[in-house]
Every structure is written in structure tokens, then in C-alpha cells.
């Protein structure tokens, strides 16, 4: 943290050329876009794209709001103001850091997080399906669900969701990392949810003994481990735990199957995203009739299993 904060407040030779010769917003988007196509950065920490990857840096580096540019194209930037975005630009590129750990800041589905390497970036489909206008309809009544818990939480922002969605429930979430729970502790102390979400240091249910669930909801590691050989150089930059899965990519998954169904009250189930391990998943597991939950950006990467459909 201390290194990226310096190098902010004293931007490299390079930065301040090229801040000298930008002006507007627009001129920083253009040359975002320019350098990071040229650079042939990989894109997966909350952008998918150079430009889109140039509007979160121009728009969180002025701490503008993120869901709209266009007011500001032609907005002048102060001297301070254009050294900084020149900054992270090139850090950008030079480092290979994602755009979020250089700006200590990810979003998902519009609500913002504060996130550091102590912590896996926040992504996950699970966020998508909860957070759909319908709702997910496996729970038909939010307002039901009295008790919650997300393991493997990391920066605890679907925790934070579960807490936002299910009013009446209360939320437990866990991880193994003391680092991303003092990420975690964070974004809930920033959304003012001490009362109602409650941290634990533990491998998966082990802190939780005794307590049963509504709902479980987890996003472990799922990279198996050829895919942790061939990761792009951003992804260096995360907790590899909060990344590898052993050889198979399912090493957390077999043991969220196995003792899953203990935790859950009756009714209740599990929300568990693996990625493109489905196809092993339903292959180690035959009897078991995963519901495979689409969505806008995913098929086949999240499912859903009752407490009755666990293994006993």
C-alpha cells in the first residue's frame, strides 16, 4: 500500500510527460484506450475491455460517479488531477496491476467496495443472480430468509449483498485469510452493517459449529492447477488462495458438498459458483441433480442444491 500511495503522490518522468500534454477527460479516456491496446493488458477485474478499463480509471481516479461519462468529456483537469490519472495509467501498464488494487476500489452490481492485495477482487456471478430485478427464484421470499451465511467471503461484498437483500436475515461470513478479513471488516464497517454481519477466521464451516442456515452462498477457489500455470500476469497480483483448487479446480467444491447439508436448516440451500468446473462437478457427482443457475454473463457456472439434495 505504501509503495502504490508514493508512487501516486510522485509520478514517474513518463506520467508527467505525458500529463503535461493532456488536458480533458476525453484526452485521458483516448490515451487510456491507446496505451492499455497497445500494452496488450488482460482485462477480468470488473472490466472486459480497454475503453471500459479507461472510463473506471478516468472516472474513480476524479472520484466521479462511475455510471456515466459523458457529462464530463470535456472537463479540464487541474495539474494534480492529470499527474494522477497519468500515474495509475502507467502503473497500470508497467505493473500489470488490475485497476481496482491501484485505486482500492470495485464495484459489483453498482455498489462499491473498498479492495487491496490482501484480497481476491471482487467478481462473481452470485452477485448477478441475487441481485436480479425478479429476484432469484429459488428463494421466492427474501423477506423469509432469517439467517445467512457466504463462505470463502474474501472482501465480504456478497455477504454485504445477503445483508442489503435478505432484511430480516442475519449474516455470518468466513474465510481463511486474517488478510481479507481485515478487508472485509472494512466494507462492513463502510456500510455500517456491524450489527447485523459477522466475521469469522476458519476454514470453511469450522468456525460455525453448532449453526445452521437459510442459505449459503459461496465463491471458492476454482482454478485447477494447469489454469494456475497459465494465469495472466494480473492475476499474480491476487491471494493465490483465494485462487487454486488443486489439480482439479474442485478441491474446495468436494468439501463444501460433504459438509454443506449439516449447516443448512431444512428448506434451506447452497449457491455455489465454480466456474467452467461444472463439467467435472457433474461427472464426480452423477446422482446429484445440480440446477444450474444462468446468467447475462455466464452458463453453466453457479448451481443450486437443496439441503435434501446433499450428499447425507
Excluded at 485469510?177 to 481485515?182: M, Y
Aim: charged share 25%; net charge negative; aromatic share 10%.
Amino acid at each position: 500500500m505504501k509503495n502504490k500511495i508514493s508512487a501516486l503522490q510522485t509520478p514517474s518522468p513518463k506520467a508527467k510527460s505525458v500529463a503535461a500534454e493532456l488536458f480533458t477527460v476525453r484526452d485521458f479516456v483516448r490515451y487510456g484506450v491507446s496505451r492499455f491496446s497497445d500494452s496488450q493488458l488482460f482485462y477480468g477485474h470488473g472490466t472486459d475491455n480497454a475503453y471500459d478499463e479507461a472510463v473506471f480509471i478516468v472516472l474513480e481516479g476524479l472520484h466521479l460517479p462511475i455510471d456515466a461519462i459523458e457529462p464530463w468529456w470535456d472537463a479540464r483537469l487541474t495539474v494534480e488531477e492529470r499527474e494522477k490519472l497519468a500515474a495509475v495509467i502507467e502503473m497500470r501498464v508497467e505493473t500489470r496491476k488490475p485497476a481496482s488494487y491501484l485505486l482500492n476500489k470495485a464495484y459489483i452490481q453498482g455498489m462499491p467496495f473498498y479492495i487491496d492485495e490482501r484480497a481476491l477482487i471482487p467478481r462473481s456471478f452470485i452477485a448477478e443472480i441475487l441481485a436480479k430485478e425478479d429476484g432469484f427464484s429459488q428463494i421466492p421470499d427474501y423477506d423469509a430468509v432469517e439467517s445467512a451465511v457466504d463462505i470463502c467471503t474474501g472482501s465480504g461484498c456478497l455477504a454485504i449483498m445477503a445483508a442489503h437483500l435478505f432484511p430480516n436475515a442475519a449474516v455470518d461470513a468466513v474465510d481463511l485469510s486474517g488478510d481479507a478479513l481485515e478487508v472485509a471488516k472494512k466494507n462492513v464497517a463502510d456500510y455500517g452493517l456491524e450489527d447485523k454481519l459477522t466475521l469469522y477466521k476458519g476454514d470453511l464451516f469450522t468456525p460455525l459449529a453448532g449453526k445452521t442456515y437459510d442459505f449459503i452462498i459461496t465463491n471458492p477457489p476454482y482454478v485447477d492447477a494447469e489454469g494456475m500455470e497459465h494465469l495472466p500476469p494480473e492475476y499474480e497480483h491476487e491471494p493465490a488462495l483465494a485462487l487454486a483448487a488443486g489439480d482439479d479446480g474442485l478441491a474446495i467444491v468436494h468439501r463444501l458438498l460433504k459438509e454443506a447439508r449439516k449447516y443448512l436448516n431444512d428448506g434451506g440451500g447452497i449457491l455455489c459458483e465454480v466456474g467452467r468446473c461444472g463439467p467435472a462437478l457433474e461427472a464426480a457427482y452423477p446422482d446429484i441433480p445440480f440446477l444450474w443457475i444462468d446468467t447475462e454473463h455466464s452458463s453453466g457456472e453457479v448451481f443450486w442444491l437443496r439441503k435434501d439434495q446433499l450428499p447425507a
